[in-house]
């Protein structure tokens, strides 16, 4: 199966191998597929992210976890499964896990215009969230089948799009529970819709079950187990089985920021919860969460969230 993009005299061929785990194009390059987890990367069993990007980034991959995907701004090719198809503003689907996807975009947007770029509404979610015994009420029997079509990626069109298209905007927008209600509100609609449409003919079942673990897993795992020890470059390097300087560029190429900036964010992110469902001091949050110092911690933490630790337990206490 193949595409093609034209633009100039430029012309790139992607061909999908069925039974094969990767994308070889005409430059004679194979593009393995990706496993990933978005799980540990976000820190988050259910994850609501509005992306505005130049052009769509993510490359080749699969993970364990669902995605909706809606598509705001932006126009190319898409690959799900074994199944390459164009999309535009407006495209809208559902997968289930393990189905290796990537949206391209059109040559146009990898040109530097300015006026041009790619936004979407991505909603990632671990069926784990619900116990076992809730996949097994008759109430959530749709649900049930939902997940199991998802199995072959679902294109979402009509009406249906029109509905969940709004609930998602609005889902960027949740705090807190508030986000798992908005989302079983949008799993009821898509579970008694009339408005899908199988994306592959099968469900989606490589040849070769073992396509490249993604390095990145591993340390995003890592950080949300540790962050509250020291954790050295050489160190997290090593998890990742590469060189400090090899580490350092690829954490910033997939993740558009350096790796100490990611940390500070986890643990920012682990200070805020103890500040607001603990007793503890200033300094025992802040040694709970990975600073030797509380000066350190209060000068990352209001870089970060824009107020003192001291402020931030004070509102959320008025808050609540």
């Not at 980034?57 to 164009?86: A, D, M, N, T, W």
């Not at 249906?160 to 927008?173: F, G, H, I, K, S």
Request: hydrophobic share 35%; aromatic share 12%.
């Amino acid at each position: 199966m193949l595409i093609q993009s034209k633009s100039g005299r430029k012309l790139y061929i992607y061909f999908l191998l069925p039974g094969f785990d990767y994308l070889l194009t005409s430059r004679k390059t194979a593009v393995k597929i990706e496993r990933t987890e978005i799980t540990p990367k976000l820190n988050s069993y259910v994850s609501v992210l509005k992306r505005e990007e130049p052009f769509f980034q993510s490359p080749f991959h699969c993970h364990p976890e669902l995605e909706l995907v809606y598509i705001k701004k932006s126009y190319g090719k898409r690959i799900i499964g074994h199944c390459v198809e164009p999309f535009q503003a407006g495209d809208m689907v559902f997968l289930g896990p393990n189905i290796p996807h990537i949206w391209l975009n059109d040559e146009l947007y990898y040109q530097g215009i300015t006026n041009m770029d790619a936004v979407s509404i991505v909603v990632y979610f671990n069926k784990g969230i619900f116990s076992d015994i809730f996949y097994q009420l008759q109430e959530t029997n749709k649900v049930n089948l939902l997940f199991g079509k998802a199995a072959r990626g679902l294109s979402i069109a009509g009406k249906t799009n029109e509905r969940v298209a709004l609930l998602l905007e609005d889902l960027t927008r949740k705090k807190d529970f508030d986000i798992i209600v908005g989302l079983l509100e949008i799993l009821s609609i898509l579970a008694e819709s009339q408005d899908l449409s199988y994306i592959n003919s099968e469900v989606y079942g490589p040849a070769n079950t073992t396509p490249q673990h993604d390095r990145l897993t591993d340390v995003f795992r890592y950080v949300k187990e540790h962050y509250g020890e020291d954790i050295s470059l050489r160190c997290i390097a090593g998890i990742a089985n590469l060189t400090p300087q090899s580490f350092c560029r690829l954490f910033k190429n997939r993740t558009k920021k350096h790796f100490v900036e990611y940390l500070n964010e986890v643990r920012v992110s682990n200070a805020c919860k103890l500040l607001m469902e603990s007793d503890k001091s200033m300094s025992q949050v802040a040694f709970s969460c990975g600073y030797r110092t509380v000066s350190n911690f209060n000068k990352l933490f209001k870089k970060i969230t824009g107020l003192t630790p001291k402020e931030y337990r004070k509102n959320t206490t008025i808050s609540s």
